[in-house]
């Protein structure tokens, strides 16, 4: 079946490091979502994209989508401690409405 | 607006017991779905409707059941608790579907089942 992956599983970082995190379909996927938990928190919508090659930014974040549109990624930049919490992204399923989530990148920030 | 609230916020079950989770949302969305989350795992999709008096099954339904007599209201059941059942249960909705459409979450459920 349809799997969405995401690496790392857990990411440490000194504050005002950078971060990444990878996300990795194995079918197609029209459009790409990406979600923030906060520890203890629900998961807030963060952005979408669409398009092959899309590239967003919103403030130190910056997520890219593949040519291919089967991986997308998630740049924090120069992090804070803010910026904790668990990184999901999430792509439609083969079946129809169906949206399938990826395990989640696990941010911690050293002060 | 509330958004999406979820009721109770935290309940323990005893194995074989049953209970009803609530959730709501004053959007006017179509779409509503349920989740599990649990720790390495994401979010599994366990049912979702995709407007009132529909439901369908998601990734894990076995064990569950769903109900969308109103459309602002999705309920899960859970008929026999088991403690494979332990988990947070998230409720989202969303104005549309096919993945293309921003999904609200409410705060959870954390369900322990001894």
């Known amino acids: 079946g349809q799997q969405v992956m995401q690496i790392p599983q857990y990411q440490h970082v000194q504050e005002g490091e950078d971060f990444t995190t990878y996300c990795n379909s194995s079918?197609?996927?029209?459009?790409i979502q990406w979600y923030k938990q906060r520890p203890g928190g629900h998961p807030v919508f963060l952005i979408q994209?669409?398009?092959?090659?899309e590239v967003k930014k919103q403030k130190r974040l910056t997520f890219q989508f593949g040519e291919a549109k089967k991986n997308s990624s998630l740049h924090i930049t120069a992090t804070q401690t803010t910026d904790v919490g668990t990184y999901f992204c999430?792509?439609?399923?083969?079946?129809?409405?169906?949206?399938?989530f990826g395990p989640g990148t696990s941010l911690s920030v050293i002060p | 607006n509330a958004g999406v609230t979820q009721t109770p916020k935290f309940r323990v079950l005893k194995t074989g017991q049953s209970m009803t989770l609530l959730c709501a949302q004053d959007?006017?969305?179509?779409?509503m779905y349920w989740y599990r989350q649990d720790p390495g795992m994401g979010l599994r999709l366990i049912h979702y409707?995709?407007?009132?008096?529909?439901?369908a099954k998601g990734e894990v339904p076995d064990g569950y059941n769903v109900s969308r007599l109103k459309k602002q209201n999705f309920l899960l059941g859970l008929e026999s608790a088991a403690p494979s059942q332990t988990s947070v249960y998230f409720c989202?909705?969303?104005?549309?579907?096919?993945?293309?459409?921003?999904?609200?979450f409410g705060p959870g459920t954390r369900l322990t089942v001894t």
């Open positions: 989202a909705s969303s104005s549309g579907g096919q993945g293309f459409y921003e999904q609200y």
């Open positions: 079918t197609t996927l029209s459009n």
């Open positions: 994209l669409v398009k092959s090659g």
């Open positions: 999430a792509g439609p399923g083969t079946s129809y409405d169906k949206v399938i």
């Open positions: 959007m006017n969305h179509e779409y």
């Open positions: 409707s995709v407007g009132e008096g529909t439901t």
